[in-house]
């Protein structure tokens, strides 16, 4: 289901069974966008964001916010709506369609054992449950898979720590903190957060970007403007805005931040290694930077998620199948041939969602950060 707020009055509308984790695309134009138990919310102030549809939507909480990254993770709002994304095909419901519809048909029960969300770091994987819990696996010799206790709705993670906004909207980190990339600002309208290798930034639900920790590059300093959709690479930081155009900032030494000059209009950007992916609305892949495994030349075909990675980038084609391409020394980017609903591309290994809620990983498993815990 998704949920639509008309003026502070909550409606109802049926997507299809398939929910997803929630999309870089605007979530009014494509289904199923948002997570399992999520649904596109549409605020007084004409923002939209995918809300756990639950008893604080269902009371007219705005502080209920999107399950975006992204994955990927890589997050992406549309001043709230956040990432991750589905094979469905969009439903043509207007919002007149939506008075139509009852609060009699609000959201399924939502599952809590099942994944909503999942974040590939370096050694590491954090995934978001259906209840808001946060789970993490892999290394943990800074602390990083030390998931904190409460109910979250957004999940990032890198190379040493982990990131993840509240329920009530605040940003929070754990893991290393060299730098200072886990000490997140205090606020509570934080909608999608982003984990880089030494940094990390939060878009707020007013489409504002805060980023922290080492600025060596410029990295926490984006270009002037409103933002919808935000992802963290290494050492750079991409974000898209109103327009849908994509803006990068920070480390350059690949080109991973000079996106393509032409009048494409992008859904989602994922900031990787030392090369970036960005999805159109029309779903096509474009990247850039780095390609010395081939993780920028993109396979034919069209496609619903992308997450770029240290070397290799993974997609979700429109057929619900995941497609990786680039290094493959740890089988990172041999993909299954099952469909999913979520993809996050890590150093060495990926993991997804599988359309009924399961996490599945491959690659490098040293740390064990490609086995996920067994779903009770």
Known sequence: MRA???????????????????????????????????????????AYECTRLNSATQDLGVSASDAGN???????????????????PELDMTLADAADTTMADASPPIDPSAFAEIASGGYHTCGLKGDGRVVCWGRNNHGQTDALPGTFRNLST???HSCAITAEGQPICW?????????????????????????????????EIQCWGLDDSGRLTPPPGQYKAIDAGWYHTCAI???????????????????????????????????????????????????EYEQSVVPDGTFTR?????????????????????????????????????ISAGLDHTCAITLDGEAICWGQNNHQQASPPARP
């Open 241 to 291: 805005d109103m327009d849908n155009v994509v803006h990068c900032w920070g480390a350059n030494a690949d080109s991973q931040t000079e996106p393509p000059m032409d009048s494409a209009q992008y859904q989602q950007v994922s900031a990787g290694g030392g090369h970036t992916c960005a999805l159109t609305l029309e779903g096509e892949v474009r990247c850039w930077g780095s390609n």
């Open 175 to 207: 893991g290393d903190n060299e730098f200072e990339q886990s000490n997140a600002p205090m606020l509570d309208t934080g909608s999608v957060i982003a984990a880089g290798y030494m940094h990390s930034c939060v878009l707020t639900q007013a489409g």
């Open 4 to 46: 639509i707020f008309l003026l502070g009055v909550a409606f109802f509308m049926a997507c299809g069974d398939d929910s997803t984790t929630a999309s870089s695309a605007d979530c009014r134009q494509q289904a199923n966008a948002c997570a399992v138990g999520f649904g596109c919310t549409e605020f007084t102030s004409g």
């Open 70 to 88: 992204t994955a990927d993770a890589q997050r992406s709002v549309d001043v709230g709506a956040a990432i991750d994304s589905t094979a469905s």
């Open 306 to 342: 992308i997450s770029a990675g240290a070397e290799h980038t993974c997609a979700i084609g429109t057929d619900g199948l995941p497609m990786c391409w680039g290094q493959n020394a740890r089988t990172q980017s041999n993909a299954p041939r099952v469909a999913v609903r979520a």
């Open 158 to 160: 890198n190379y040493w």
